[in-house]
């Protein structure tokens, strides 16, 4: 194929997984598997992302002796000409094409490849920049709970804050370093049951390390603060991670204990945790609650490994463009 023809089929799965990530916040689905959906966000937003790229640079560079990757190593070589005819060889163009015209089409063809690898490198420094700015807060906040925080024989591997409105978050890190801090509020709040529902929670995302999973997905949306896709997006995410550590708490204990904390919580208004952490957000309890209270069937099997087939293939495309 031609980088043209590459960068058509590129094209269309930019375009679906956008799609895609538009329609999945309106599934009702996600919430009986939210591993199966966290994994589809994923593969759904590197997806767009190589391809966006790819399409681009498959505008820019000609594929038709190996994919587009192979084709911008080659380039290499080719711009030693020096020559206007020797950088039009690295996008396809010959002598036949006439001088005027082939420095339009060598100018197009330049903006596209720059403008993909500019996307290129935008992505991954947002990635990048987003966690920087979460291991600073994070470093943050452990030199401040090292001055205010204490232990409690009530939560035994957890920091107690003397903070009297009701708050339970984690702070994740390596496992030596990864803490679990609820307030003195909190524990007046809460009982025994419920107490230990909230830190078998805190323990999952720990555990799973879901701030990993939320972490692209909160960079895009601070990226990109008026996309309305982005913005859907890690709320959605953000909700799921909730709901599959929720999961996970109930493995250890009955859903009434952590249904009674998450409304003791609602109704006594959640302090909002620090940047860098993760906790319980206002708007979700109801959700989760809802959820809890009337739990739907779980995807059947065959449903989940079609997900997962989905979602493996959305990634594999733009690759198997990109390189082969």
Known sequence: MTGIEDAALLAVVAI??????????????????????ILLWQALGLASGLAAVGTLIGLALPA??????????????????????????????????????????VAVRLACLAAGLVLLASLCW?????????????????ALLTLLAHGDPKVPGA???????AAAYCLPGLRSRSRIVVSVGALELLGRGELAAVLAHERAHLRERHDLVLLPFTALRRAFPKSATCTAAQRAVALLVEMLA???????????????????????????????ALAVAEGEVAARVTRLLQPS???????VMAICLAAALLVAAPVTLLIV
Do not use: K, N
């Open 64 to 105: 038709s002796q190996g994919g587009l990757v192979l084709s911008m190593l080659r380039a290499a070589g080719l711009l030693r000409d020096g020559e206007l005819f020797g950088l039009a060889r690295v996008f396809g163009l010959s002598h036949a094409d006439g001088a005027p015209l082939v420095l339009v089409l």
């Open 246 to 276: 929720d999961d996970r708490a109930l493995a250890g204990g009955p859903a009434r204990e952590l249904v009674s904390a998450l409304v003791r919580f609602g109704t006594a208004g959640i302090c909002p945790a620090p940047a860098g």
């Open 16 to 37: 679906a997984s956008a799609l895609g990530a538009s329609a999945l916040p309106r599934a009702s689905w996600p919430r009986r598997c939210p591993a199966a959906a």
């Open 159 to 165: 920091l107690v804050v003397d903070y009297p409105s």
């Open 126 to 142: 947002v990635l990048l920049a987003a966690s920087i700015a979460a291991l600073q807060a994070r470093r943050r906040q452990r």
């Open 297 to 303: 069937r779980p995807l059947p099997a065959v449903a």
